[in-house]
């Protein structure tokens, strides 16, 4: 069973940066796609930044240019670095891994991302 452990998140002032990470466990093999989604209340889930093992990258429009993924593949681990942070990300950070095509989706439990003065 592949669990999904997040951690990185918490306060931030605007402007300013975190880290998040994510570790797969529970598969031996190299994911598939992995990355992050974010939500607030009342609105859907959206994409954050998904990469794949073949190093594509998506990255949704309102974090483009601030945020960075990243991976270490043999360890089924990524990272989300996020730069100049505003009160609109603030949210719940989801990480999410797709293991391999037509495969179920697997989320974490998600981490809180505060951005406030």
């Known amino acids: 069973q592949v669990q999904l452990v997040e951690s990185g998140g918490g306060l931030v002032q605007p402007g300013g940066s975190l880290r998040l990470s994510c570790a797969a466990s529970?598969?031996?093999?190299?994911?598939?796609?992995m990355g992050w989604y974010r939500q607030v209340p009342g609105k859907e889930r959206e994409l954050v930044a998904i990469i794949s093992n073949g190093d594509n990258i998506n990255y949704g429009d309102s974090v483009k240019g601030r945020f960075t993924i990243s991976r270490d593949g043999a360890k089924n681990v990524v990272f989300l670095q996020m730069n100049s942070l505003n009160p609109e990300d603030a949210a719940v950070y989801y990480c999410?891994?797709?293991?391999?095509?037509?495969?179920?989706?697997?989320w974490g439990q998600g981490t809180q991302v505060t951005v406030s003065s």
């Open positions: 529970g598969t031996r093999a190299s994911f598939f796609r």
């Open positions: 999410y891994m797709l293991p391999f095509p037509g495969s179920r989706p697997y």
